[in-house]
């Protein structure tokens, strides 16, 4: 596995992205992610957590051509496990 150095991870990783990252460890369903996270606004997660992480492509659909499908999940992409990756490694240092 790479290991992503701290200049180019941390200045475009929000909290909420973090979180997500960090709580993301599978394909999830929006309502999965939102359990983990103990977010119950839907519109406060899609936007600051969810959007941020895919614009940031951190985290991607598995269904792209459909993303109001139903059966729609989420995954970490190879550039949010590199991340997730490192922001374990640092464990208490953060």
Known sequence: MVIVDAPQVTPQVTPQVKDLIMGTYD???RNELQMI???TDREYFRKSYLLSAIDS?????TQPDSP???T????????GKEVKYYFE???DKL
Request: aromatic share 4%.
């Open 72 to 79: 729609q999940k989420y995954r970490l992409t190879e550039k």
């Open 27 to 29: 394909e999830h369903s």
């Open 68 to 70: 109001n499908s139903l």
């Open 37 to 39: 996270l103990k977010l």
């Open 89 to 91: 490694s640092l464990g």
């Open 57 to 61: 492509v951190l985290i991607e659909m």
